[in-house]
T-cell receptor
Framework: DAMVIQNPRYQVTQFGKPVTLSCSQT?????MYWYQQKSSQAPKLLFH???????NEADTPDNFQSRRPNTSFCFLDIRSPGLGDAAMYLC??????????????FGPGTRLTVL | AQSVTQLGSHVSVSEGALVLLRCNYS??????LFWYVQYPNQGLQLLLK??????LVKGINGFEAEFKKSETSFHLTKPSAHMSDAAEYFC????????????FGKGTMLLVSP
């Protein structure tokens, strides 16, 4: 089945220690998104790629960066995680074929714990 | 700017009862509207979406929603709740141009009791 895969599902890191979260997709979608979701809150868009074009949300901290080496993979790098960065990180994709009507397909998420 | 407001952070129903989750939107242009469901420790799954075709939209698992422009609403309903419907539900809006950058509501947790 075509899908969005996130690894690892659970990640524990230490305060200030860089961490990378991974997302891959078999849907061949043009757009890949990264969301941060804190407990009992809505997902908050951090940034997204349309093909290789990177789009950063205005309020995304500089501590968060992303790479998309090819269509299938996208990475979220947190350079110096703080306690406030503990959250679920969701990756999603969309085809961009129907514009705003596109469905976003979500991965299962990576839950990040910062000690 | 676009936004959605979900009334009620928690809704409790008995199994077999009607489910009604409320969503109101604000958008300066005709919107596309979505309902997603999230089970614990999982990603979001699309229930249904309004894309300016039929105003009554049917989705998966027996859910449906009606787009009412005059009320700027897109409420989610299901005639008979099942225990497996217990989850968090998010309403989201995007503009009908470009590609979809979703703006989510704060979510409504649906609790289903036997």
């Amino acid at each position: 089945d075509a899908m969005v895969i996130q690894n690892p599902r659970y990640q524990v890191t230490q305060f200030g220690k860089p961490v990378t979260l991974s997302c891959s997709q078999t849907l061949n979608h043009n757009v890949m998104y990264w969301y941060q979701q804190k407990s009992s809150q809505a997902p908050k868009l951090l940034f997204h790629y349309y093909d290789k074009d990177f789009n950063n949300e205005a309020d995304t901290p500089d501590n968060f960066q992303s790479r998309r080496p090819n269509t299938s993979f996208c990475f979220l790098d947190i350079r110096s995680p703080g306690l406030g960065d503990a959250a679920m990180y969701l990756c999603a994709t969309s085809s961009a074929l129907t514009g705003g009507a596109d469905t976003q397909y979500f991965g299962p998420g990576t839950r990040l714990t910062v000690l | 700017a676009q936004s959605v407001t979900q009334l009620g952070s928690h809704v409790s129903v008995s199994e077999g009862a009607l489910v009604l989750l409320r969503c109101n939107y604000s958008s300066s242009v005709p919107p596309y509207l979505f309902w997603y469901v999230q089970y614990p420790n999982q990603g979001l799954q699309l229930l249904l979406k309004y894309t300016s075709a039929a105003t009554l939209v049917k989705g998966i698992n027996g859910f449906e929603a009606e787009f009412k422009k005059s009320e700027t609403s897109f409420h989610l309903t299901k005639p008979s709740a099942h225990m497996s419907d217990a989850a968090e539900y998010f309403c989201a809006v995007t503009q009908n141009s470009g590609y979809s950058t979703l703006t989510f509501g704060k979510g409504t947790m649906l609790l289903v009791s036997p």
